[in-house]
């Protein structure tokens, strides 16, 4: 069947869109432009581009003569921020709200419109210039779920200093990693976080990991609890101190960047070693970030959009930062999480604000649901036009529950599939799409993907193997920053010129993908992508462990929780006692969102004969299952 059409008697269970969300629909005829997008994808690709602002108008709109490292818009002038902010300011929206933030308390309330947050993001950003902050510098970030994240970033981006924000539930040796690796030279961070009514110790946290950090000059800490934390002479400013200086005052001009010049670093995990800095760019992140939103979310100015992520992940990135403000968009962000301190904190906010686009986590879902119907029927969701998943695969159980107790059948789920790597939906939906509970659909406008089995040849329909994109797009990673060798290794060298994705998935009769899980060590917590060496590097930090191996086992609510594998050095004895101190130990040392679920001591771990861990063995020890193709495991 044609990949541009979706034929009119589906399989299996179908929710076809209702007229009215046809009605309301900004693109109603899907088909028209998957075929546009696939026959002339530079074309596709800069109608969306000429929709934003451009100081000069790109030569080329794809160079694929250095493959796999593409550029999009060659000789194009462009700043993102222009586009999120800048450009909107000689219109009717400057005066618009851009961003409506509560505390998790309930308590804080605060709103900016675009004009606002010019200001905030200028003044934020005059700091950053006057603490020596330069176009191409790296600037890690470790602050909570605040405002201040959202100005940090955007003042990197304006005046083209690298942002690389670390997840506040990583703790010192991620931090301190990403930064040896960012070789930043300023950390901003804040004095401490709230989560779930406790205080996280960010500030302190930042002391430890750049303790070992020679290249951080600065560190610019922000008052959020307003609890005492230490500060360093020369070294430590406060934020608000440096606010009333008058050179944080005045216009701060946005730089002119080359579409292709960097815009962020994210670290996330692979297969193996260390953090991998996926590299990101001003132009093509910014068009696919922009149109990917625009089309799936549907977002217009009369909409309220809420994005439940963290800024920490690439979902909170694109699509609680950037995205939104490319649209003119008012988005709500939320300090706290969905169960804190009632079950129906979230939808209190959903009614409160008159949220109209929600998206969140199959794993979020799942702890609601557990609370039951009680909660959410207290509460008016009838705003609500449009909802979104993302992070893992959702369970057609928790998909159905979204669709009939948030939805209330009206809204249709925008299951979209995409990675830190691409910045930008690859397979999903869009609101006229007939859905089937737990699949993406079909690839985003421009893209094809294929299933391909250990040789590169396309499985048969309906078995699984490995998912591969096909064509290039804008978002696309551009590389490991400061290991382009990994970046061709990682991405292109199993299937060369396929983009391989990490995960595998199968395709239905219908031409339908549904995402299996991840074919490489990657653990997916509660959505959070985590690797297995760093969560054993950091057991075997500890004193009585010899060796370690970490697995993901399924777990009810956070799709995946970690089981690790513990050989003790001679001496250690196991007992329950020493299983939590490693479960403690790994949340205090990598981050909470780490700690392991299970400690299981063992004589012995599975490993080839070249002396590598068969992890895959050890799950299906741990579930029972088959232990598959064992030629390689030693004696
Ligand atoms: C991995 C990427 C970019 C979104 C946040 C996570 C899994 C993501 C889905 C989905 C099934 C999904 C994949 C992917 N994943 N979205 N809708 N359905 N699986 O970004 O941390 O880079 O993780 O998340 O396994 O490879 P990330």
């Not at 530079?42 to 602002?53: Q, S, T, V």
């Not at 594998?565 to 939590?580: D, N, W």
Request: charged content about 25%.
């Amino acid at each position: 069947m044609n990949d541009n059409t979706f034929s009119p008697s589906l399989h299996g269970e179908v929710y076809y869109p209702s007229p009215q969300v046809v009605e309301q629909a900004r693109l109603k005829d899907w088909q028209a432009l998957a075929e546009f997008a696939e026959q002339d994808l530079e074309g596709f690709w800069a109608r969306e581009a000429e929709e934003l602002e451009w100081f000069q108008k790109w030569e080329k709109v794809l160079d694929d003569s250095n493959k796999p490292f593409f550029k999009w818009f060659v000789g194009g002038k462009v700043n993102i921020v222009h586009n999120c902010i800048d450009r909107h300011l000689t219109t009717a929206r400057k005066n618009k709200l851009a961003l409506i933030w509560e505390s998790e308390d309930g308590k804080q309330v605060r709103t900016f419109s675009y004009y606002a947050l010019n200001r905030e993001v200028s003044r934020f950003a005059n700091i950053l210039k006057a603490m020596g902050v330069r176009k191409g510098d790296r600037v890690t970030i470790y602050i909570g779920r605040i405002p201040e994240i959202i100005f940090a970033m955007l003042a990197c981006a304006k005046i083209g200093a690298i942002h690389s924000v670390v997840f506040a539930g990583f703790s010192v040796d991620a931090l301190r990693g990403r930064i040896q690796d960012s070789q930043s030279r300023l950390v901003i961070t804040a004095d401490g976080a709230y989560q779930n009514g406790k205080i996280v110790e960010l500030k302190r946290i930042t002391d430890e990991a750049i303790k070992e950090c020679p290249s951080v000059e600065n560190v610019l800490v922000i008052r959020r609890t307003g609890h005492e934390v230490p500060m360093e002479a020369n070294r430590d400013h406060w934020y608000h101190d440096l606010c009333a200086l008058p050179v944080a005052n005045g216009k701060c001009p946005t730089e002119v960047m080359d579409a292709e010049d960097p815009l962020f670093i994210l670290y996330t995990s692979g297969s193996t070693g260390k953090p991998k800095a996926i590299l990101h760019v001003h132009g093509g992140y910014m068009v696919g970030v922009y149109s990917s939103l625009k089309y799936v979310f549907d977002l217009k100015d009369e909409d309220r959009w809420w994005c439940t992520a963290d800024p920490g992940w690439i979902t909170g990135h694109s699509y609680l930062v950037y995205g939104p403000l490319l649209l003119g968009a008012t988005s709500f962000m939320f300090e706290g999480g969905p169960v804190y301190p009632y079950p129906d904190r979230w939808w209190q906010c959903v009614e409160h604000y008159g949220i109209t686009v929600f998206y969140t986590a199959p794993t979020a879902i799942r702890s609601l649901m557990r609370f039951g119907e009680a909660w959410p029927n207290r509460r008016d969701l009838s705003s609500l036009r449009l909802l979104g998943s993302v992070g893992e695969p959702i369970n057609p159980e928790a998909w159905r529950w979204y669709y009939s107790v948030i939805g209330k059948e009206r809204c249709p789920i925008m299951d979209t599939w995409w990675q830190t790597e691409t910045g930008m939906f690859m397979i999903t939906p869009t609101p006229v799409v007939p859905l089937k509970p737990g699949s993406g659909t079909r690839p985003f406008f421009g893209q094809k993907a294929e299933i391909l089995d250990e040789a590169g040849n396309p499985v048969p329909q309906g078995q699984e193997g490995y998912l591969v994109l096909l064509r290039p797009w804008p978002s696309m990673l551009r590389t490991i920053y400061g290991d382009p060798e990994r970046y061709v290794q990682q991405y292109w060298s199993k299937y060369p010129g396929k983009y391989l994705t990490g995960d595998s998935a199968r395709q239905d009769e219908d031409g339908y993908f549904w995402i299996i899980g991840r074919t490489d060590d990657v653990i997916k917590v509660s959505g959070h992508r985590l690797g297995t060496a760093e969560i054993e590097s950091s057991l075997v930090s500890h004193p009585a462990v010899a060796e370690a191996a970490a697995i993901g086992l399924p777990h009810e609510i956070k799709g995946q929780a970690i089981h690790v594998f513990v050989l003790l050095r001679v001496g250690f004895a196991p007992s329950p006692e020493l299983a939590e101190e490693l479960r403690q130990h790994v949340a205090k040392h990598l981050g909470p969102i780490a700690r392991p679920e299970a400690v299981n001591f063992v004589d012995k771990l599975p490993k080839t004969r070249s002396g590598k861990i068969m992890r895959r063995v050890l799950r299906a020890r741990a579930q029972g299952l088959p232990e598959g193709d064992i030629s390689t495991l030693e004696e």
